[in-house]
């Protein structure tokens, strides 16, 4: 309905500028608001407001000639001018009914797809060397239900999973292992099943032992030389250290899969050429040795000039220089449109840094947006960093158990009677939702609380009262089997009706939110508030026990169609939903 009101404003615009109201290549910008009271009707826009300069007009003037240029449409039942030059639409009712009622045989729920675009979503990226910890679960989650939403909107994505899979902390675990098989071979399996623990042991060894610290540099030379013996050993930790990443991801629901993974080391062979396309374009400055890139823009607090780190003294590559690499890549190769990049915000300078270098040196094509779509720190209910009692790092498994086991003490708290597997079933759904729906509902930028207690909570904006609120639709339909809907109509006559409508209508723009801005959050409220609007309605309007059969089938068509957004929008979040709980 908003885009719709859009359009008819953009030929508004474009009519004025052939009438000489407007100069030929001015250029618009049109918002339209949902207004907050419906008095002042269903959708609102300050464009007379904002054009009063251009067409040299006083803003009601100017309201009043854009209501008498606007194109008719059905869906608009009145326009009115409020206040200063505000013009408020009022939709109309049974224009949205059919809307509704076309919406839901549709897959796609009525919602106007966008021209497809081809999007790079570099998401999780651990950093394998280590267990994956706290930090890339919020990359994981939002970063995943961001790439659900564009594929459901007609996009292309393609995910890449940059895993840190190479440096030189990769010498001291391999030297590690080696020295681990050579002793007993069993222990070597047992331990690399604790990496964290792992990654300690081994930089122990490297601290107290000096021959130790020699065959560590050793093998990094080796490895980086493509010597055959130390790359099997590589591989095969790696191999390790992916396979509990992709445990964690199945627990998740998360859908990246082994194909996705395109981390550091894939970029090894290209790193020597981007040093040399920077340095012929006259780029690169010494500085003690290394070899940097200053660009104008990036000073800190004293007014100091920022290098890029791109080539160490020793010769070796950085972070900078692979994600050079991956930039051109994603561009030449994938041709992707946009890239977005999930990654915790303490990283925001590198990123300004290194795509503002890529497109100075002109590694990436000029119309792909590059897009560092950074969060906040997950921090524990003390305010600080997410810490283990000891103050260790969080084990992302520990903590998806701990979810699991308070989810099951809050359903068998609520159904007594339950069989074991049904509420073991039912507690999994519950706790992994959990936590990623307090995840994703929260502002991605702002750092957050990790509470079990509220995020296990029935009240508010938690997954358990969505997930509740989901069966309660879906169990009106239970009671209503023997009901065929085939003919039935929507028919908004209640207010409550007419409010849950308006709702349900705007699904396809809060999706366009959740994609343009990368931000999830706008859904979990969206999904809040049309639970709400349901709630109220429900309250209001008796479905089953409707004055006619003509009112209880359109009622039940509305339930059905909130069931079915309910339901599209959390799956659109990676959350599955129950029939029960
Ligand atoms: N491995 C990095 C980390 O854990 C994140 C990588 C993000 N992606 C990128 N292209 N730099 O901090």
Redesign the pocket.
């Known amino acids: 309905m908003k885009s719709h009101i859009q359009s008819l404003l953009e030929q508004t615009i474009e009519s004025f500028k052939q009438q000489g109201i407007l100069p030929a290549d001015f250029e618009a910008r049109i918002q339209v608001d949902r207004t907050k009271d419906k008095s002042h009707g269903d959708l609102a826009t300050n464009l007379a407001m904002m054009l009063t300069k251009a067409a040299g007009k006083n803003p009601r003037e100017l309201a009043q000639l854009i209501i008498d240029t606007l194109p008719a449409s059905a869906y608009v039942a009145k326009v009115e001018i409020a206040g200063p030059g505000f013009i408020n639409f009022f939709i109309d009712d049974s224009a949205l009914a059919n809307q509704l009622q076309a919406a839901i045989s549709d897959e796609h729920l009525g919602i106007k797809l966008p021209r497809p675009q081809t999007i790079v979503v570099?998401y999780s990226?651990?950093?394998l060397a280590k267990e994956m910890h706290v930090?890339?679960l919020r990359s994981t989650i939002i970063g995943d239900s961001v790439v659900r939403t564009l594929e459901f909107l007609g996009h292309k994505v393609i995910r890449q999973n940059?895993?840190?899979d190479w440096g030189t902390q990769f010498g001291m675990l391999l030297a590690y292992m080696e020295e681990l098989r050579a002793q007993n071979g069993e222990q070597a399996q047992l331990e690399l099943s604790d990496l964290e623990t792992f990654y300690r042991a081994a930089k122990l060894r490297f601290d107290e032992s000096a021959e130790f610290a020699t065959r560590a540099r050793q093998l990094v030379v080796e490895l980086q030389s493509g010597d055959e013996y130390c790359n099997k050993l590589w591989r095969e930790f790696n191999d390790i250290s992916l396979s509990h990443c992709h445990e964690v991801y199945e627990r998740l629901g998360v859908s990246l899969t082994r194909a996705d993974v395109h981390g550091e080391s894939a970029y090894n062979a290209d790193l020597e050429q981007v040093v040399k396309d920077l340095d012929a374009q006259g780029l690169l400055t010494q500085s003690n040795g290394a070899k940097v890139v200053f660009q104008e823009e990036f000073r800190n607090k004293e007014g100091e000039a920022l290098p890029v780190i791109i080539q160490k003294a020793d010769g070796g590559y950085l972070?900078a220089t692979t994600?050079l690499a991956?930039m051109r890549y994603r561009s030449s190769v994938l041709k992707a449109d946009r890239v977005l990049?999930f990654?915790?915000l303490r990283?925001a300078l590198h990123f300004q840094q290194v795509f503002s270098l890529a497109k100075l040196a002109k590694f990436v094509r000029n119309d792909m947006s590059l897009e560092h779509l950074g969060f906040g720190t997950m921090n524990g209910e003390d305010g600080r960093p997410f810490k283990t009692r000891t103050g260790g790092v969080v084990k992302l498994v520990d903590l998806l158990d701990e979810a699991n086991t308070r989810a099951l003490e809050l359903v068998r708290s609520k159904n007594p009677d339950m069989d074991e597997a049904t509420l073991a079933e039912i507690a999994r759904v519950v706790g992994i939702s959990a936590v990623k729906y307090a995840d994703l509902s929260k502002n991605r930028t702002s750092d957050y609380i990790f509470s079990f207690e509220q995020m296990l909570s029935f009240e508010g904006n938690t997954a358990p009262y969505l997930l509740y609120a989901y069966t309660r639709v879906a169990g009106i339909f239970k009671r209503a089997t023997d009901i065929d809907l085939s003919q039935a109509k929507i028919v908004l006559e209640h207010e409550k009706e007419k409010d849950l409508g308006n709702k349900l209508a705007q699904f396809g723009e809060i999706l366009s939110r959740v994609v343009d801005k990368g931000q999830p959050h706008v859904l979990c409220g969206y999904l809040y508030e049309l639970a709400g609007a349901f709630s109220s309605f429900y309250e209001a309007c008796p479905v089953l026990a409707a004055d006619n059969d003509e009112q209880k089938h359109s009622r039940l068509l509305l339930s059905q169609l909130t069931a079915n957004t309910l339901q599209k929008g959390l799956n659109l979040l990676g959350i599955e939903t129950l029939e029960r709980m």
């Open positions: 570099d990226s651990p950093n930090g890339h940059h895993v840190g972070y994600d991956a990049y990654v915790d990283q």
